[in-house]
């Protein structure tokens, strides 16, 4: 990568950062179509005073992660319809100083499920009620597909399906439900208890497809069993990979090289 005096800055915001795979993924991307840009981590603990730094500095466009993807909102100059209804955002684009926050992780999330299956009309069964649970809701629902959600604690699920206007069951009680597909948007079955699943391997059978977002390990307990039970099945690393194609395809408006993120991502994961 050369670096020269019209090179453009973007960067990933969260705190930590160190871990963050999205440096590589987007300078990789930048160099393979010859972009005089440059990706940076940004460990940020001040919100605020990052947001000007980035408007004082020219910064084009940035990632936002954990902890800031709420705390960034107040801050903006403006907000994309489906971000503020998530209520989060995982990009900033900014230009002339006005910062405009946008959320790819429903994009990402539609277009790695969508790789399997029409979304319109579908019927989903999501697990969770967190954060990531919530954008994947909103996404479902542009797409306009028809969502149920299960979740361990009550009062978190009613909460979010009645945000989103569709029912809510208890987790204990999916193994009953039908549905085009499953999507895990838990951390059930993430390392260092990787041993667990959210959902019976028999219960599988009710689905064509099954999607899981976690990605450490990317072969789910979930994931392994359902491709024993004859589904179709999604991993954590295409909603990363699609979230980020997005972002990419935001900051630079050309189609991103996706293999060469998708081999980014697939060699951190080897
Ligand atoms: P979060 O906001 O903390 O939500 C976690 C959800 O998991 C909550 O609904 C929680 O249930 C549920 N949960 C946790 N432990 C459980 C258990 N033992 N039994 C039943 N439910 C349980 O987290 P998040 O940000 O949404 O992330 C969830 C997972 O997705 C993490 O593994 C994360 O690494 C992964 N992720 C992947 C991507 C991707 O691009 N592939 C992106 C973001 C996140 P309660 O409602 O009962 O608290």
Redesign the pocket.
């Known amino acids: 990568m050369r670096i020269n005096g019209a090179t453009e800055l973007y960067g990933i915001m969260g705190n930590p950062v160190g871990h963050s795979l999205s440096p590589a993924m987007h300078n990789s991307a930048f160099q393979a179509l010859g972009l005089n840009k440059a990706y940076l981590p940004f460990p940020v603990t001040d919100v605020a005073k990052a947001l000007d730094g980035f408007r004082a500095l020219g910064v084009r466009g940035v990632s936002v992660t954990?902890p800031h993807k709420q705390a960034v909102i107040e801050h903006l100059d403006s907000i994309d319809p489906v971000a503020e209804k998530i209520g989060a955002v995982n990009t900033l684009l900014i230009n002339e100083s006005k910062i405009h926050g946008t959320n790819t992780?429903w994009l990402?999330?539609n277009r790695?499920l969508a790789e399997k299956m029409a979304l319109r009309n579908s019927t989903v069964l999501l697990?969770?009620?967190?954060?990531?649970?919530?954008?994947i809701g909103f996404g479902l629902l542009e797409a306009g597909a028809h969502v149920t959600i299960a979740?361990?604690?009550p009062a978190?699920?009613r909460e979010l399906a009645k945000a989103l206007g569709v029912n809510w069951i208890p987790?204990a009680d999916t193994a009953k439900q039908q549905a085009d597909a499953l999507i895990?948007?838990?951390?059930?079955?993430?390392a260092p208890?990787d041993d667990?699943s959210?959902m019976a391997e028999a219960a599988l059978t009710n689905f064509q497809v099954v999607m899981d977002?976690?990605?450490?390990p990317l072969k789910t307990r979930l994931l392994r069993e359902a491709a024993k039970r004859g589904c179709q099945t999604v991993?954590?690393?295409?909603?990363?990979?699609y979230?980020g194609v997005a972002q990419f395809e935001l900051f630079t408006g050309q189609p991103a090289p996706v293999e060469i993120m998708a081999e980014v991502l697939r060699s951190r994961f080897a």
């Open positions: 954990i992780d990402g999330a790695a697990l969770g009620a967190g954060g990531s649970a919530r954008a979740s361990r604690t978190k699920g987790l895990n948007a838990t951390s059930v079955g993430m208890r667990q959210p977002i976690v990605y450490a991993d954590g690393l295409a909603m990363l990979l979230q």
